[in-house]
């Protein structure tokens, strides 16, 4: 059993900053690549930022220059710092995670349960 869960959404004003946090746990045994997607209403969901386990990043350009995307792999927790937040960030925030449970299984996605992140005009 994985779980994956997401703290930090909220209500902000435009250009202001929020993190969001999501912590893994678990039978896990690796963990690949970890991201952000969001989802606003009406919408698809689409990818904000994703990092691999050596660090590497992804992200949009709609969020570029004021979104960070960091990890600890110690604690399986992926992170979010949010600058700049525009109303256009208004979405559902989900945590991804490609891990695998043990040495003989692939690795699969999994979901947190997302965060509501409200950027005020």
């Known amino acids: 059993q994985v779980q994956l869960v997401e703290s930090g959404g909220g209500l902000v004003q435009a250009g202001g900053s929020l993190t969001l946090s999501c912590a893994a746990s678990g039978s896990i045994f690796s963990i690949n690549a970890m991201g952000w997607y969001r989802q606003a209403p009406g919408k698809q969901r689409e990818l904000v930022a994703t990092?691999?386990?050596?660090?590497?990043?992804n992200y949009a350009e709609s969020v570029k220059g004021r979104f960070t995307i960091s990890r600890d792999n110690a604690k399986n927790t992926v992170y979010l710092l949010m600058n700049s937040l525009k109303p256009e960030d208004t979405a559902v925030y989900y945590c991804n995670a490609e891990l695998s449970m043990d040495y003989f299984n692939p690795a699969y996605d999994y979901w947190g349960q997302g965060t509501q992140v409200t950027v005020s005009s």
């Open positions: 990092i691999t386990s050596g660090g590497s990043t």
